[in-house]
């Protein structure tokens, strides 16, 4: 029997050797690129590509005697600025925002928070800084006072988080493997999480990804635990994989780089399912391979074939007198089914003259280069 793989690569390795012998170098494909010309033309007049440039800035404008503003509209015409203007931060890590006024002329800059408050000053910028943060809920604000008296502050927004102590996985009454078709519910329970406001879930049955679900309108600050769950209903996709369910708090752009992603243990489930066929209605086969049709099913299903209405054994090695209807009768545990499939056996003629194609290409390459 003919071996097309094998020849050629046994032909190749001849060419390779042949190839590395005339000429002893080794095989390299990337060459340096000679200067481009381009490089040596004389710089373009640039101004005319830049974008307009920011006005030159205008000098500090003099203290205003007047009044900053009454409280109520202050945080618009306030000019106070906070760095980080927005603070996540996890519960006990600690916190470093500097408030500066933007121009001089407050005889008094300060912090309005109930956690280590520095004392108030007379210079441009006032630091609070925390070693651990300790509240759940904080609303600090820096203030500033003017000399007739007037005030003028902004709020800090602070977010303080706690990544799920722990995430689990488990089916609403229901133990054992599943049933394809049914339905059941699974619950994804979040353990300890704050805020759970920014808390998200996607549940798995394998790679896939199930649905994605945010809890609702909860402002609770503190950790909670918070139950999701998702109807589901497997199928053979199913048999097998793990279902999982990934808990993620979403902190935004203030947030840290990686956002804490808690994923709960899989929970391996078998799904009982099938018979499903995966057979064409015209099934072709070589001469000398064997009669087969994918019956899935878990368990696997039984698979009897019968040809004019008696049950036939399969040849391991059909021939022309294998061809004509069928009927697959195919029972597993949730039923039963019946399929007519009409098979086609294929004469092996062919398969050789495809090997001398091959063959006679390989040699006239090897002529090709000991012409060169
Ligand atoms: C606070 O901000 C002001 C204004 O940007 C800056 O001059 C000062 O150095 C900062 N202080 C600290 C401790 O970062
Ligand atoms: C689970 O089963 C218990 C006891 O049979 C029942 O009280 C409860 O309502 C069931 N829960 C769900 C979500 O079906
Ligand atoms: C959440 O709040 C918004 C606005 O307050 C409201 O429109 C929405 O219906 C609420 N959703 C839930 C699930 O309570
Ligand atoms: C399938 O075919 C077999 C054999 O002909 C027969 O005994 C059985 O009743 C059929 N089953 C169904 C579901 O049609």
Redesign the pocket.
């Known amino acids: 029997m003919c071996v097309p793989g094998r020849s050629i690569t046994l032909l190749l390795l001849l060419l390779l050797h042949l190839f590395g012998t005339a000429t002893s170098s080794p095989v390299s494909i990337h060459t340096r690129a000679p200067p481009l010309p381009a490089q040596i033309l004389p710089p373009s007049p640039l101004p005319a590509i830049l974008p307009s440039l920011p006005p030159p800035p205008v000098s500090r404008p003099p203290p205003k005697p007047t009044s900053v503003g009454d409280p109520a509209d202050s945080s618009s015409d306030c000019p106070l600025k906070m760095s980080p203007s927005a603070l996540v931060v996890r519960f006990g890590d600690p916190v470093t925002v500097n408030c500066s006024a933007a121009r001089i002329g407050f005889p008094l800059l300060g912090w309005e928070v109930p956690l280590e408050a520095p004392p108030a000053t007379t210079g441009q910028y006032v630091v609070w800084s925390v070693p651990s943060m300790t509240e759940w809920s904080i609303k600090p604000a820096c203030y500033a006072l003017s000399e007739e008296g007037g005030q003028c502050d902004i709020d800090l927004v602070v977010t303080v988080y706690q990544p799920p102590e722990r995430v689990s996985l488990s089916l609403?009454?229901h133990t054992g493997p599943l049933l394809e078709g049914e339905r059941y519910?699974l619950q994804c329970t979040v353990h300890n999480v704050a805020p759970v406001e920014k808390l998200a879930v996607t549940f798995y049955s394998g790679g896939r990804a199930l649905a994605r679900l945010r809890s609702g309108n909860n402002t609770e600050k503190t950790p909670v635990t918070k139950v999701f769950?998702l109807d589901i209903s497997p199928g053979k996709a199913d048999d097998g994989a793990e279902y999982r369910c990934e808990a993620r708090l979403d902190l935004g752009p203030e947030g840290p780089e990686h956002p804490p992603v808690v994923a709960s243990k899989p929970l391996g489930t078998a799904v009982l399912f099938g018979p499903q066929l995966d057979c064409p209605t015209k099934l072709r086969v070589r001469e000398g391979e064997s009669l087969n049709c994918e019956v899935a099913g878990n368990p696997q299903p039984v698979v009897t074939w019968y040809r004019d209405g008696q049950v036939v054994a399969l040849p391991a090695r059909s021939d022309r007198k294998h061809a004509g209807k069928y009927t697959i009768w195919t029972k597993g545990l949730l039923g039963q089914k019946n399929f007519t499939v009409e098979v086609e056996v294929l004469d092996n003629s062919g398969t050789s003259s495809i090997c001398n194609q091959h063959f006679i290409l390989a040699v006239s390459l090897i002529q090709t280069i000991f012409w060169l």
Do not use: F
Request: aromatic share 0%; net charge neutral; no cysteine.
């Open positions: 609403v009454n519910t769950t």
